[in-house]
């Protein structure tokens, strides 16, 4: 995505706090210092992290709790907002950025972290303004946020109410006063700040989906995302590779999918077992099942046409039990570079990378036996994954990638042999990018025939998406 619309966080930037000197190294120093980097000048939070955590050398305790800070704040920006407004007598033009990012660094935890008590969510956030040389903050910092902490209760309830926060799973945590609008007189401006999801989005999705199903989604897509491992049939097997998990005491199950695998946990994926030796790739069962269904043999010809970073592609070579050619092609020479790094570690061989230009008039001619385009989207199906992707999206974005999606569809198409087989994905939910663009491509190509469509609802039982795949006609 090139789009980046405003976020309730960088509304009304005043002073900001210039880069200190000091390198915080504790969990919630590292929080406030890359979510005040992430509001002046919005970017993955991920890599952020990383570099802290690298530098810093953190244990693994403290690792886990800067993430959570991090990622939930960024995801509940619109619910931190909605209650710390109610505490707040002065106008939101009158609050600096950061002491607002610190407000809702202390709300997040006093909301939605039941480990920590609230004296410590208190206290520690107020310490956090010192050490980073802003001690005049501290008195409204402990009065806002001792006030929150009297607002929320340890009552929970199954009903969505004015009074209610989601927290996981259907529960809410009641309130001592509204915070949001009545779920019932006005759904669509509860969802929004409660679940904390852009107006125009939540909007979009409430004109084709009921309020239950919507208020589902809004749970499912604010938990912490679920890890899922793809297991290299062509160095292990999915047995060995549980046992070795099993073996360094991490959780696992076996998926819905032969070759997938179900962490119960978050966890560092380098540090886990066999990640050196290339046993495994970490991707979601939907996106696993993109490469099912086109089905690759060994000796074939495939495309992938937009294959960056390379998940997918190294799931065609080892369908293909690396025998035959993938081409791999996109616009982006590091992205391309990380995908050569995926496929040396997996062992992979029979992939070959070509960097295209955007006009995609340099795609290798072809034809071929099978083609997969995992288009560029708007992601709103796996928007559990990174926090940011919510606030990342623009309403002209649905229109504009629709465009380039037909675009792309129609140069596979052109390189696609007789019989051939092309798969059609996305990540995303938006009939737009989706259905739309298929129906649209069958009318202008009468040769190709739509023989399964497979759409993925996020939650049930993985990430959201869509998939279709087309066979040409002989002639």
Known sequence: MNGLNQQPSTLNHQASLRPSSLVPTDARGIAFDVLRQYHESPEFVAPLLEERFVAGRLPAADRRLATELVCGVIRRLATLDALVELH????????????????RLGTYQLTFLSTVPPHAAVNETVETARRFGKPRWTGLLNGVLRAVSRTVTDELTN??????????????RLCRQPVFADPVDDPLEFFSRAFSFPHWLAERWLLRIQIDELLRLGFWFNAPAKLSLRVNTLKTSRETMLESLRAADVAATGGKLSESIALKDRARVEELPG???GWFSVQDESATSAVNLLSPRPGEMVLDLCAAPGVKTTHLAERMQNDGRVLATDVNTERLARLEQNYHRLGITIVE???????????????????????PCSNTGVLGKRPEGRWRIR???IEE?????????????????PAGR??????????????????????????????????????????GGYQALLVRNHA
Request: glycine letters at 4%; hydrophobic letters at 40%; charged letters at 25%.
């Open 159 to 172: 009903a969505p109410a004015a009074d209610a926060i989601p927290l996981t799973e259907g529960r809410y």
């Open 353 to 375: 990378t070509t960097l295209i230009d955007r006009s995609s008039e340099n795609v290798p001619a072809g034809p071929f036996d099978a083609i997969l385009i995992d288009a």
């Open 275 to 277: 990640f050196a030796e």
């Open 88 to 103: 707040v007598s002065r106008p939101r033009q009158h609050v600096e950025s950061e002491l607002w990012t610190l407000l």
């Open 401 to 417: 990638l629709a465009a380039l999606q037909n675009r792309l569809l129609g140069v596979a198409c052109d390189r696609l042999k």
């Open 422 to 463: 092309l798969v059609y994905c996305t990540c995303s939910i938006e009939p737009e990018e989706n259905q739309q663009v298929i129906r649209c491509v069958l009318r202008r190509r009468p040769e190709l025939v739509l023989q399964k469509e497979i759409v993925h609802v996020p939650g049930r039982s993985a990430d």
């Open 395 to 397: 309403p002209q974005d």
